[in-house]
């Protein structure tokens, strides 16, 4: 799908004076499932607010040779970056298949629009495949149940043919077995799309992170696979105040409460 | 809707039936006269429930491009009526005064049917952009609409060489060649109305069932989130708003003839808040809604306003509180909830059920 | 500059009408975002109790300061019941809340028609504001700096208590945050209701200034609402401060546009000022801060 990278360096948010980010680099690429881990107020959402277009940061994020900053957001989203939300947000008065028709409909050209949905998308029969909404298509999204909002959500991502899927907090709310199901899913996807999540779930990060940023405090903590950041001992001094005595277990509940 | 759009297709050609076909034939001319200009506001009111029940933009200023539609034809027409003269009025204060510049092109049948349509497109595509793209909306919205077309009610009536005033301007004998005198040419000018109000429905219903539509109720709902799907919302309004304004043009356009006058008091604030006043009653997201309620509340207005003037204004006033509290999908959303109530399957309104409902109301 | 003074003068103490007749809108639409499209008619109401009191008080020297406190408990309960009655019912629906109150305004004006003459009545206006003041070679009659003394005292009054008393603190708190005042216990129900009721009170005390200008009538407050609301809109959602400059502004506008053109093309040139302001500036002159997405 594409070979480009998603590289964010030295990217800064302010809010009349509180630095929310203060200058944090990382990069994220096809074929991983990087994760983007911290405490409340870490800046985490932050960070993919200023990449999406919502806030205003400085710094840069590239997708490729393009520089994302400054753009509106529906621009950024044409560029090929997509997100979810941490709650769940599609069109509750449509039905799953017009919520993917409108997310599909970004290719679409403007005559298209004029006309009536005659059939449904190829690229929508596979989105409804894929994430296991395939029985659904005439549910009004509304009544979906949270997992399946979020799957809802992803599937939009992936019939915008998104290049980039930015997920906040995607698994916050689910079952276990939604959570494997999700995870699952992300791996799939992240084959040939850039995938970053945003997440307080350490067992999910665990199972299912390719490489791990960690964020305290506007700036990056740590960086590198599961079992690196775990045993930094920054990390852990941070979280835990004790070096060395720390278990990733403890780490795990700590960052649990704080959620 | 999208459901069952064939039904609703069936229900325009009963309507179409019913407005070209037996309304002719039952009706006397008086009334005749009297429906068509209900049509005129029908039309406008069609475009209401596209910017305002589907896109969520609460225009309350239509006014302002009724006033476009109506004052282009009635300019031709008086020009039409005075032939090689200057029109009466302007020489009333100065028998050498002459003709302003911008009367001058709308001596062309041509140019006039042209700023029909050009002008509100022009209008309020230029406002709309601006006020989308700075993302003006809710209550700033509605106000600064309105505030638009209580400036034009004033700027017209304090330019009483140019533009009529207060009198506004009346007295026209010909409707493109034809003599408005004769009963003949006047079904015509009826028949004209009560087609566009067809055509109108038309163009709704297509708007609706299309992914337009979806996109469109989309965008009122949560406008953030259709950003995040690639989409700026501020241009679907933008198509939205222009589709309302050209039809409120069209309808000002058709008023003219029908009435034979427009004045200020026509297009001004209060004007343009009886305009809505239909479309709430009638409900404003539903496809013949609008259209019905403008005539019911246009009915309500020649007739109670004129039997028992002290009372209406009260009707009105609860009209709005009433429906807006209680029914706020206006009365076609009743038969929903009444098979809702009955535990059967969604009803959609057919016209026929609504206009039943509208004439109990009325009683 | 002889040309200057007048129109600045006159503007001034038209812009001082214009924000008593905002003051309570922009006290009710920053508690609840949602435009009382009756407030017009609370003005109208505050105009003909200042009649009727001098129909009791017919010294008229007397009967204006009786009639202010009058004007703004009158007009203050009449926007009571409609809190109340009606906009209690709507609050996630601020849209159609000033849909509703466009009725609520219909029938007042009807009302009014029909219980007083239809050509309006007369307020006198008392002996002591008939004089005028020269400033700098300028007559400037003293109903005018009345109207501007009225609206400081009320501007000064109003921050004060919003500043000082608890009350006040709970408004504000209910601006800024309704979510959060509720969970810190604070009733939000009775404090909508007692800014309404203080808000509409405004209005009344803004009708008194009014009837002093003469054509007291049901449609007054029709002329008014339009204007008032623009200026709110312009000064920014809850600020005080924006709302008297903003309607400084526009009154000063108002004026000298009326003085190099005409009255009426004045008003459609200071709505489009207003409108291009809002283009520039949609948030107004001050902000609240925030950090969410709406």
């Given at each position: 799908?594409?070979?480009?990278s998603?590289?964010v360096?030295d990217?800064?948010?302010?809010f ?20 983007l881990i911290?405490p ?22 590239r997708?490729?040779?393009t520089?994302?900053l400054?753009r ?18 599609v ?6 298949l ?18 009536a ?5 190829r690229?929508i ?7 296991g909404?395939a ?7 509304g009544i ?6 979020q ?7 992936l019939v ?6 930015l ?13 494997t ?13 850039i995938v970053?999540?945003?997440e ?11 490489r ?13 696979t599961v ?7 920054q ?14 277990a ?8 704080e959620? | 809707?999208t ?6 297709l069936?229900?325009?050609g ?7 076909a ?11 006269n ?5 049509c005129?506001?029908?039309?406008a009111?069609v475009g209401?429930?596209l910017a305002?029940g589907?896109?969520?933009m ?9 006033a ?14 005075a032939g ?6 302007m020489?009333?204060?100065d028998?050498?005064?002459p003709?302003p510049m911008?009367w ?10 042209a ?9 309020a ?18 106000i ?23 009198t506004?301007?009346?007295?026209f004998?010909?409707?493109f060649?034809?003599?408005?005198n004769?009963?003949a040419?006047?079904l015509m000018?009826y028949?004209?109305a ?6 109108c429905?038309?163009a709704v ?6 992914r337009?539509?979806e996109?469109l ?5 949560a406008e953030e ?6 989409y700026?919302?501020?241009n679907?309004?933008?198509v939205?708003?222009?589709?309302s304004a ?6 000002g ?23 809505i ?10 496809l013949?809604?609008?259209?019905l309620?403008a ?6 207005q020649?007739?109670?306003?004129s039997?028992?003037?002290?009372g209406w204004?009260y ?27 009955r ?8 016209p ?12 | 500059?002889?040309g ?20 309570g809108?922009?006290l009710?639409f920053?508690?609840m975002g949602?435009?009382?499209?009756a407030?017009g008619?609370?003005l109208?109401?505050?105009a003909?109790?200042a009649y009727?009191?001098?129909q009791?008080i017919t ?19 009449f926007?009571l ?11 996630r629906r ?8 466009v009725?609520v305004?219909?029938i007042?004006?009807?009302?009014a ?9 007369p ?7 008939d004089?005028?003041l020269?400033?700098?070679g300028?007559?400037w009659?003293m109903?005018?700096?009345?109207t501007?003394?009225l609206?400081?005292?009320?501007v ?20 800024h945050?309704?979510?959060l ?5 604070i009733?939000t ?8 009721f ?16 003469g ?9 008014y609402?339009?204007p ?7 000064g ?9 400059i ?11 546009f009326?003085?190099?053109?005409t009255g ?7 709505f489009?000022?207003v ?8 948030q ?11």
């Amino acid at each position: 799908m594409t070979d480009a990278s998603l590289v964010v360096t030295d990217l800064r948010v302010e809010f009349s004076g509180f630095v929310a980010v203060g200058g944090v680099s990382f990069d994220a690429h096809p074929g991983e499932v990087r994760f983007l881990i911290g405490p409340n107020g870490a800046g985490k959402t932050t960070c993919i607010d200023a990449i999406t277009g919502l806030t205003k940061g400085t710094g840069s994020a590239r997708l490729g040779d393009t520089e994302l900053l400054g753009r509106p957001v529906h621009k950024i989203v044409r560029l090929g970056v997509g997100r979810t939300f941490q709650t769940a947000s599609v069109f509750d008065e449509l039905t799953v298949l017009q919520n993917l028709d409108i997310a599909a409909g970004l290719h679409r050209s403007s005559v298209s629009l004029l006309r009536a949905r005659r059939g449904v998308d190829r690229s929508i029969e596979q989105a409804l495949e894929e994430t296991g909404l395939a029985g659904e298509p005439a549910t009004p999204a509304g009544i979906l149940s949270h997992g399946q909002k979020q799957w809802l959500e992803i599937a939009m991502l992936l019939v915008q043919d998104a290049k980039v899927l930015l997920l906040d907090e995607p698994v916050a709310g689910m079952s276990h077995d939604e959570r494997t199901a999700t995870g699952e899913l992300l791996q799939r996807i992240a084959a040939r799309r850039i995938v970053l999540v945003v997440e307080h779930d350490m067992d999910f990060m665990r199972r299912f992170a390719t490489r791990v940023t960690v964020l305290h405090q506007g700036r990056v903590l740590s960086q590198g696979t599961v079992a690196e950041v775990q045993a930094d001992p920054q990390v852990q001094e941070v979280y835990l105040g004790t070096a060395g005595a720390a278990t990733t277990a403890a780490m795990a509940v700590v960052l649990e409460r704080e959620d | 809707m999208t459901k069952k759009p064939w039904i609703s297709l069936g229900g325009i050609g009963v309507f179409a039936v019913l407005l070209l076909a037996v309304a002719p034939l039952v009706l006397t001319d008086h009334w005749l006269n009297n429906l068509g200009k209900y049509c005129c506001w029908a039309i406008a009111a069609v475009g209401i429930g596209l910017a305002w029940g589907r896109g969520g933009m609460l225009v309350m200023g239509q006014g302002v491009f009724f006033a476009l539609g109506a004052y282009a034809m009635a300019m031709h027409l008086t020009l039409e009526t005075a032939g090689d003269r200057v029109p009466g009025f302007m020489v009333l204060y100065d028998p050498l005064a002459p003709l302003p510049m911008f009367w001058e092109p709308f001596r062309s049948a041509g140019f006039t049917l042209a700023a029909i349509v050009g002008l509100p497109v022009v209008v309020a595509g230029a406002l709309g952009y601006a006020l989308f793209k700075r993302r003006v909306k809710g209550a700033y919205f509605a106000i600064l609409t309105q505030a638009l077309a209580v400036a034009l009610a004033v700027l017209i009536s304090s330019t009483i060489r140019e533009t009529g005033g207060d009198t506004g301007l009346s007295d026209f004998k010909y409707f493109f060649g034809f003599v408005l005198n004769d009963p003949a040419n006047r079904l015509m000018v009826y028949l004209i109305a009560a087609a566009l109000l067809i055509v109108c429905l038309l163009a709704v219903w297509q708007f609706y069932r299309s992914r337009f539509g979806e996109l469109l109720v989309a965008t009122r709902d949560a406008e953030e989130r259709v950003r995040f799907l690639g989409y700026d919302p501020a241009n679907v309004k933008l198509v939205a708003f222009v589709v309302s304004a050209l039809m409120a043009s069209i309808g000002g356009a058709m008023f003219v003839p029908i009435v034979g006058i427009i004045t200020p008091a026509e297009i001004g604030a209060a004007a343009s808040i009886l305009m809505i006043a239909g479309v709430a009653l009638g409900g404003r997201a539903s496809l013949f809604g609008p259209a019905l309620g403008a005539i019911a509340v246009g009915w309500g207005q020649s007739s109670l306003g004129s039997t028992w003037p002290d009372g209406w204004p009260y009707i009105l006033g609860l009209l709005f509180i009433v429906v807006i509290l209680f029914l706020p999908n206006g009365l076609s959303s009743l038969p929903a909830r009444f098979a809702a109530a009955r535990r059967k399957p969604d009803v959609p309104p057919t016209p026929v059920i609504a206009a039943a409902e509208l004439e109990e109301v009325r009683s | 500059m002889d040309g200057l003074i007048a129109p600045l003068l006159n503007g001034s103490a038209q812009g001082a009408l214009l924000l008593l007749a905002a003051l309570g809108l922009s006290l009710t639409f920053g508690q609840m975002g949602v435009i009382n499209m009756a407030h017009g008619e609370f003005l109208m109401i505050g105009a003909f109790s200042a009649y009727l009191v001098q129909q009791v008080i017919t010294a008229s020297g007397l009967s204006i300061p009786v009639a202010l406190p009058v004007a703004f408990v009158v007009a203050g309960l009449f926007g009571l019941l409609l809190e109340v009655t009606i906009i209690r019912w709507m609050y996630r629906r601020p849209l159609d809340t000033l849909l509703v109150t466009v009725g609520v305004g219909l029938i007042l004006q009807q009302a009014a028609l029909q219980i007083f003459p239809s050509q309006g009545v007369p307020v006198e206006k008392p002996r002591w504001l008939d004089g005028q003041l020269t400033i700098l070679g300028y007559s400037w009659p003293m109903r005018q700096l009345f109207t501007i003394l009225l609206a400081t005292v009320c501007v000064a009054a109003l921050s004060a208590w919003l500043k000082y008393t608890s009350f006040g603190r709970r408004i504000r708190a209910t601006v800024h945050n309704r979510d959060l005042a509720e969970t810190t216990g604070i009733s939000t129900r009775g404090i909508d209701r007692l800014t309404f009721f203080v808000g509409s009170g405004l209005a009344g005390v803004a009708g008194v200034a009014a009837s002093l200008i003469g054509g007291t009538n049901s449609q007054m407050g029709a002329q008014y609402i339009i204007p008032a609301f623009l200026v709110v809109a312009a000064g920014g959602i809850g600020q005080l401060k924006g709302t008297v400059i903003a309607a400084w502004a526009v009154g000063v506008a108002l004026a000298f546009f009326a003085y190099w053109t005409t009255g009426s093309l004045a008003q459609v040139l200071a709505f489009i000022l207003v409108i291009v302001f809002l283009q520039l500036r949609p948030q107004g002159l001050f902000t609240v801060r925030t950090r969410s997405l709406a």
